[in-house]
């Protein structure tokens, strides 16, 4: 079953506006990780927040973990439209070997 | 996209035939995936590698196949196709698969199946 899911499926912003996407799970996790798609292309790594860990940053990116309520935001500030893309969380397990699990991803369109 | 190339790109196969996707990478990594994408249900794990002729099941192993004879390249195997294997499969790497690690990965371009 899927870990993480995103929130909202999809999003429509103008140029130069914000874009919030959230990402809750179900277990404990090590870290979270966010990649982007753009279409018909493989998924980017954009930035890895680990649970100790309560925010941080990349470029324009935001990327928040609250453990507590088990939820991740990705904040992308003064969006232009190369940020048009796909963006999916992924998972780890608490310790040990673990795969990524994705979410269902949030759709971003800014025009 | 870091060194990983997929092939074929494309592929239109008929039910019942066997069909191999093959994943090549340059960076030496030790870990490689296999995921489906498909429309509602996001990206899904088939089966990874943990080293030459290591393998191990994901979520959706059923119908699947792997080998990994060589640390640059991982095959994904449909020993007879079905309409319901029709997707885009990507393959990834990693240096670690470790919790705490250096676990991102790092896609290649995707192969978009279909079967007829």
């Known amino acids: 079953s899927q870990q993480g899911e995103e929130d909202p499926q999809a999003l429509s912003i103008q140029e130069g506006e914000n874009a919030t996407m959230n990402c809750s799970y179900k277990?404990?996790?090590?870290?979270l990780q966010w990649y982007r798609q753009n279409s018909g292309r493989g998924l980017v790594h954009l930035i890895l927040?680990?649970?100790?860990?309560r925010e941080k940053h990349s470029g324009r990116l935001r990327v928040t973990l609250d453990t507590s309520k088990k939820s991740s935001s990705l904040l992308i500030t003064a969006s232009r439209a190369a940020d048009t893309a796909s963006y999916f969380c992924?998972?780890?397990?608490?310790?040990?070997?673990?795969?990524?699990?994705f979410g269902k991803g949030t759709m971003l369109l800014v025009s | 996209d870091a060194g990983i190339t997929q092939s074929p790109r494309h592929k239109v196969t008929e039910t019942g035939t066997p069909v191999t996707l093959r994943c090549h990478q340059t960076?030496?990594?030790?870990?490689m995936y296999w995921y489906r994408q498909d429309p509602g249900h996001g990206l899904r794990l088939i089966h990874y590698s943990y080293g030459v002729k290591d393998t191990d099941k994901g979520e959706v192993s059923d119908g699947y196949s792997v080998s990994r004879s060589k640390t640059e390249d991982f095959l994904l195997t449909l020993e007879s196709a079905t309409s319901s294997q029709t997707s885009v499969y990507f393959c990834?790497?990693?240096?670690?698969?470790?919790?705490?690690?250096?676990?991102?990965?790092?896609f290649g371009p995707g192969t978009r199946l279909t079967v007829l």
């Open positions: 990834a790497i990693s240096e670690s698969i470790l919790a705490g690690g250096r676990n991102e990965q790092f």
């Open positions: 927040i680990r649970s100790n860990e």
């Open positions: 277990t404990s996790i090590n870290n």
């Open positions: 992924a998972t780890a397990r608490l310790s040990g070997y673990s795969t990524l699990t």
């Open positions: 960076e030496n990594h030790r870990y």
